[in-house]
């Protein structure tokens, strides 16, 4: 069974950072483009990062650019958001999820950053 | 940036109806679209890839069409458990694009 589990959300003050990660089982995680999505509160979603299976291509969205990087460890099955930078506007539920260059077909739970003072 | 819109935003329908969604792109995006469920609280779901391949699992009442700039996404007989936000998705350039989401109510 295919299983993406994140992790590293919270609550945060502007200015701050957050590290997410996002553990992947059931799959061949190296043979997969990995991204992240988020949804703020009633809100849509919004694609934010994905990552190419050896990391040798990342793209972002432009409201993260310079503040957000994406990577992967695929010895560990894990994808990473290192957050920078934050602010009210990126408060959301991130969901990590399959695909990138393809549709995301598999999505975690998803785990909720707020950012606030 | 591609921009994608749904119609309609909300859409009210009963246990058995025939309901159709449009999503547009601003420019072409040959057959490079998905469609996603998503309930209340919970991941959304893949249904559709290609504008109109049904991700296996998906019920046939499912059912997508389209190339270009003008898709659609078909439930043939609205069942209870459909009643959720439908939301399409192009892959055809950086960055993704969602559509804003159109919410299928009970009637």
């Known amino acids: ?117 | 940036d591609i921009q994608m819109t749904q119609s309609p935003s909300t859409l009210s329908a009963s246990v058995g109806d025939r309901v159709t969604i449009t999503c547009r792109a601003s420019q072409s995006i040959s057959s490079w679209l998905a469609w996603y469920q998503q309930k209340p609280g919970k991941a959304p779901k893949l249904l559709i890839y290609k504008a109109s391949s049904l991700e296996s699992g998906v019920p046939s009442r499912f059912s997508g069409s389209g190339s270009g700039t003008e898709f659609t996404l078909t439930i043939s007989s609205l069942q209870p458990d459909d009643f959720a936000t439908y939301y399409c998705q192009q892959y055809n350039s950086f960055p993704r694009t969602f559509g804003q989401g159109t919410k299928v109510e009970i009637k």
């Open chain 1, 1 to 117: 069974e295919v299983q993406l589990v994140e992790s590293g959300g919270g609550l945060v003050q502007p200015g701050g950072s957050l590290r997410l990660s996002c553990a992947a089982s059931g799959f061949t995680f190296s043979s997969y483009w990995m991204s992240w999505v988020r949804q703020a509160p009633g809100k849509g979603l919004e694609w934010v990062a994905n990552i190419k299976q050896d990391g040798s291509e990342k793209y972002y969205v432009d409201s993260v650019k310079g503040r957000f990087t994406i990577s992967r460890d695929n010895a560990k099955n894990s994808l990473y958001l290192q957050m920078t930078c934050l602010r009210a506007e990126d408060t959301a539920v991130y969901y990590c999820a399959s695909g990138g260059n393809t549709p995301f077909d598999y999505w975690g739970q998803g785990t909720l950053v707020t950012v606030s003072s």
